[in-house]
């Protein structure tokens, strides 16, 4: 059975979906609710058991599955797992029991709800784990559907729109993808004698392609992607989508969506064309610097707190790409740890702003204000969620920017200037955002709100409690990570594995985070 | 004059034409001399035909004589076995919904629906089988009358119009067809498949006259697959139909004509293959995008689905831009999904009615999912099929037509194609957006269909997602049909 490990945590959401659906009207919303949180916890389980078998020292892949889906057309169902996708799983696990823990005052269709967000995890993990190009696009077009529910069942008032758009770009998006991966299947055919997704093999036939080739088919995986992540230009979908989406919705698109887009960059552009991945370095760079720069300025001036926050990841995930293409190995390990730590801190960020609506039925600023007179505990984890995504030092993300920055001021001066200012801008929007929730003259009708109750507690607790773990201890993600990333330098800029100009600079963050 | 040899007749190949036909008279005189015929007994006659049908065609499936029969007008090969068997199905799915539509609204019983039907399919299922243009033909117009008939069933306004429609327009598209069948003749000397294929082999220089054949003989099927531009009858006919009807033959024509189209392209045709990849390539792009856009301006949930079908027809061609075994079984998977999923979205289509008349608006569709949970959960499965979404068989089928044209080299068109599946996205999604996302402004019950259609109904949702999980299950049949010989 342990040799089936990322099988058993992939499948054991969808084996709760089943479930769901055959108890049908027998299971009340109380049980629906139960059932998914009982669920998404084993999964949280098994995906631990998977940290405790996982050898950071080891090379490649592991606890690889591997067996003839439909042998016809080379599809197959190949799992596996390294340490850029380990923690990526491990903070999906974890978050979904946190959403739908924050989930448990829905009240519409409950078991239609739970299955979605039961569904959802099944596509996500299945993301992050297929090695075969095939069943990872299959997974990732599988997100969409619970996704758009869950936006258009269950979100604001202009939910149809915001999940017809998120649904639709993200096709449009994935199109490419399923293109460039039949092309690769073609070229497999060609060079192996037999059409194969299997990524390992894929690796070579891409090595063998003519350069300019290589380069659309690396536009295309792009484009895919950058819907995903989202990289501006292809951004304008997600603030709608942020903002419609119920709060666990929302929760799991920054937390956990958006990060299959900058996994897939890493695991598929960076992996199959590393020479285009460097002859586009600097676009991708000047894309990722605007993304950093205008979503912190269009941040700004937002009125509706749950569109700030939607656009601070549009900033947040910029300087992930940023630091990924950087090609240094501080850059790389800084983005795949400020995937984690941006999942964590938009997600407990998400999850104030719901508990907030819940409370005063807006998400206007100017129509709240002074609310840390009567709910003090809630405002306070909500700067403790504000300085984690700021990046004060101590807290997670301070680790990752910084790697980020250092690694991107090794090999360019501008972007990594530019990239500061995307962290001064955080502290003003973020902070003057908490300002005018928090202090000023309170309404009257916002009087009588009640501080966290228990359940909230428990929502929150966890994940506040891993923003101070992952920023006072960061060697418990970067243990599993550096080796992998390391892994990815010599195979995208060998160069740039030998001379170790950030050695330093990541056991001075590593130190720095210690204090 | 004297020896004029007599050719051999071997009856086994077209046991299940036989069977289809001799019931389809039987059903007629039932009709004609019954005193009162009732939906039971023609029930129970075009069962045993399309049973008898099948059991032979299965035994077809391990035929071991002659590869062609009847002076070689008809070919007994795994291919025609393998598209008897999903004609056959479609057409009892046909009669299911038939009963469905007729305990609804007993008025619009007409006992010749059960020959009928029959006959269309024996038309179908020799179609894919004939070796021989004249034969091929003489099938069509079986199929094609028979249609039209069924089409104008009710004898009401608007189906006797659209089966004038079909009519006149059918009737043109046989002319093509005929005509590109003397122009064959005249460029091989031959009606007879394998001849023509031999002879275009062994011929070199101009070939004129054997590209107009078949230019001609492409029109002629692009009418029956209503590939655009030859698609203009579609919208009509598939919504005047009355909806048992457009279920069965916009599942079952299709999937009829592809077979008949795979057979003269990859066979008859196959020496001139580099002048018919163009041909079919241009027609795959224009219907996908005709068909993905026209469908998107649809407020009628049976003419967007009409429209729908101009386009899953691209897809298929965009299969057969691979002139191989692989290209042809890709574009079989997709023929079995699509011919499954048809039959799904027309068929709740049909139980999608209160108060006697079908409701194919899209805001009638308003709230089905609160109000009709199991139907809209159906047709959810239908359409996300239809719009190519894992876990469906119309992902497998989408995956495995594209990897073929890749594989043939056609990229560009697989980019078009995986496009306009956005564009398609767009308007099967909307229907979802409607049973779950809003409310409706007109509040009626929908009257839940009787059990029997409703399981025909989730049975074929059923086969669209386990060949959306497990291809594998038909792949190996597939490639043993998709052998062609000449």
């Known amino acids: 059975v342990t040799d089936r490990l990322l099988t058993l945590t992939t499948l054991l959401p969808l084996a709760g979906l089943v479930l769901l ?4 009207r027998a299971l009340n919303d109380r049980a629906a609710r139960v059932v998914a949180l009982a669920v998404t916890l084993a999964t949280f389980g098994l995906s631990l058991a998977i940290l405790g078998r996982f050898d950071t020292a080891a090379e490649g892949f592991q606890l690889v599955e591997e067996a003839w889906w439909v042998e016809g057309v080379g599809l197959k169902y190949l799992m596996g797992i390294d340490g850029i996708s380990l923690w990526l799983v491990i903070l999906t696990t974890f978050l979904f029991p946190v959403a739908v823990l924050a989930s448990w005052n829905v009240k519409k269709d409950v078991r239609m709800y739970m299955g979605a967000m039961l569904a959802l995890e099944t596509a996500v993990l299945g993301s992050f784990l297929a090695l075969d190009m095939l069943l990872f696009f299959l997974f990732f077009e599988a ?29 449009a998006g994935s199109a490419f993808l399923l293109v460039a991966s039949l092309f690769l299947w073609a070229r497999a055919t060609g060079e192996l004698g037999r059409g194969t997704f299997d990524l390992r093999e894929l690796v070579g036939v891409a090595a063998a392609l003519p350069p300019t080739t290589g380069r659309w088919l690396f536009v295309a995986l792009f484009v895919a992607f950058a819907v995903k992540v989202p990289i501006f230009p292809l951004h304008t979908w997600l603030p709608d989508a942020h903002t419609e989406a119920p709060t666990a919705g929302s929760v799991l698109l920054a937390g956990v969506l958006l990060k299959v887009g900058t996994y897939g960059l890493i695991r598929f552009n960076l992996s199959l064309f590393p020479d285009a991945a460097e002859y586009f370095r600097t676009a991708v760079g000047i ?7 205008y979503g912190g300025a269009v941040a700004l001036i937002q009125t509706d707190v749950k569109r700030l926050v939607a656009y601070s990841s549009v900033s947040h ?12 190995q501080q850059g790389i390990t800084g983005g795949v740890l400020q995937m984690v730590n941006h999942g964590l801190a938009t997600g407990a960020l998400f999850l104030l702003v719901g508990m907030l609506y819940e409370r005063t039925h807006t998400r206007d600023l ?21 300085f984690a995504s700021v990046g004060l030092p101590g807290l997670n993300s301070f680790v990752g920017e910084f790697l980020v920055i250092v690694g991107v001021f090794a090999v360019n001066h501008w972007f990594g200037s530019i990239a500061v200012v995307g962290v001064v801008l955080a502290a003003v929007y973020l902070l003057w955002s908490y300002q005018r929730v928090a202090y000023g003259p309170i309404r009257d009708e916002h009087r009588d709100l009640p501080d966290v109750s228990a359940r909230e507690v428990a929502v929150l607790a966890p994940v506040l409690a891993l923003l101070l773990v992952f920023g006072v201890y960061p060697r418990i993600l970067t243990g599993a990570i550096d080796p992998a990333t390391e892994r990815v330098i010599r195979h995208v800029a060998p160069a740039q594995v030998t001379t170790d100009v950030g050695g330093a600079a990541v056991a001075l963050a590593h130190g720095e985070g210690g204090e | 004059v004297n020896d004029i040899e007599t050719p051999r007749i071997v009856l086994g190949p077209i046991l299940p034409e036989l069977f289809l036909a001799g019931f389809a008279v039987v059903g007629l005189l039932y009709e004609a001399f019954a005193r009162r015929a009732t939906a039971t007994v023609h029930l129970a006659i075009a069962l045993a035909g399309l049973v008898g049908a099948a059991v032979t065609a299965l035994m077809l499936w391990f035929w071991v004589g002659d590869a062609y029969v009847l002076a070689e007008t008809v070919a007994a090969d795994r291919f025609s076995v393998l598209a008897r068997l999903i004609l056959l199905v479609a057409a009892f799915v046909g009669l299911l919904y038939y009963l469905e539509h007729i305990r609804r609204d007993p008025g619009a019983f007409r006992g010749e629906f059960f020959p009928l039907v029959l006959f269309a399919t024996s038309g179908m299922t020799l179609i894919t089988a004939a070796n021989d243009l004249i034969v091929m033909f003489l099938a069509l117009e079986l199929l094609s009358l028979s249609l039209y008939v069924l089409t104008g069933i009710t004898g009401r306004r608007r189906a006797n119009e659209a089966a004038m429609k079909y009519f006149l327009l059918g009737a043109f598209s046989s002319a093509f067809f005929l005509y590109g069948i003397a122009m064959a003749y005249g460029a091989s000397r031959s009606v007879k498949i394998d001849v023509i294929a031999g002879a275009l082999a062994g011929q070199t220089g101009g070939q004129a006259l054997a590209l107009v054949a078949l230019a001609f003989l492409v029109i002629g099927f692009a009418f029956k697959i209503s590939a655009a531009p030859f698609h203009m009858w579609t919208p009509d006919v598939y919504q005047g139909a009355p ?7 916009s599942a079952a024509t299709k999937v009829a004509a592809f077979f ?3 057979r003269v392209l990859n066979v008859a045709f196959q020496p001139l293959t580099w002048d018919w990849t163009p041909l079919v390539y241009g027609l795959a792009a224009i219907s996908i995008v005709v068909g993905s856009v026209l469908a998107v301006a649809q407020t009628d949930v049976k003419r967007m689905l009409a429209y729908s079908s101009v386009a899953q027809a691209g897809f298929v061609l965009t299969g057969l831009t691979s002139p191989d075994s692989v290209g042809i079984s890709a574009t079989m998977f997709y023929l079995v999904a699509y011919a499954a999923m048809t039959l799904g979205s027309f068929g709740i289509v049909m139980f999608v009615a209160a108060g006697g008349r079908e409701r194919t608006q899209l805001s009638d569709y308003a709230g089905l999912g609160r109000r009709s949970p199991v139907l809209a959960a159906l047709m959810a499965i239908f359409l996300l099929s239809l719009a190519g979404i894992p876990p469906t068989a119309g992902f497998i089928a989408k995956v495995g037509v594209f990897s073929a044209a890749i594989g043939a080299g056609n990229w560009p068109l697989v980019l078009l194609g995986v496009l306009a599946s956005v564009v398609a996205a767009f308007f099967y999604l909307r229907v979802l957006v409607y049973m779950y996302m809003r409310e409706p402004e007109e509040e009626f019950d929908v009257e839940p269909p009787a059990a029997l259609a409703n399981v025909a109904a989730a049975a074929l949702a059923v086969v669209v997602l386990v060949l959306g999980v497990f291809p594998g299950l038909i792949t190996d049949f597939l490639r043993e049909a998709a052998i062609l010989r000449w």
Request: glycine content about 14%; charged content about 0%.
């Open chain 1, 317 to 328: 995930l910029g300087f992930v790409v940023l630091g990924i293409f950087a090609f240094t």
């Open chain 2, 260 to 262: 008949a189209l795979i």
């Open chain 1, 143 to 171: 997100i969409l559907v619970p996704m758009y529910l869950l936006i258009g069942g269950w979100g604001g008032a202009n939910r149809v729109y915001a999940a017809v758009k998120f649904f639709l770009f993200t096709m």
């Open chain 1, 366 to 386: 100017s129509q709240m204000g002074g609310l840390a007179q009567v709910m003090p505990w809630l405002l306070g984890a909500y700067l403790f969620a504000v």
């Open chain 1, 287 to 293: 894309l990722a610097v605007i993304g950093i720069v």
């Open chain 1, 21 to 24: 659906l055959v108890g049908g």
């Open chain 2, 243 to 249: 909806t048992p009807v457009t279920a069965y033959m």
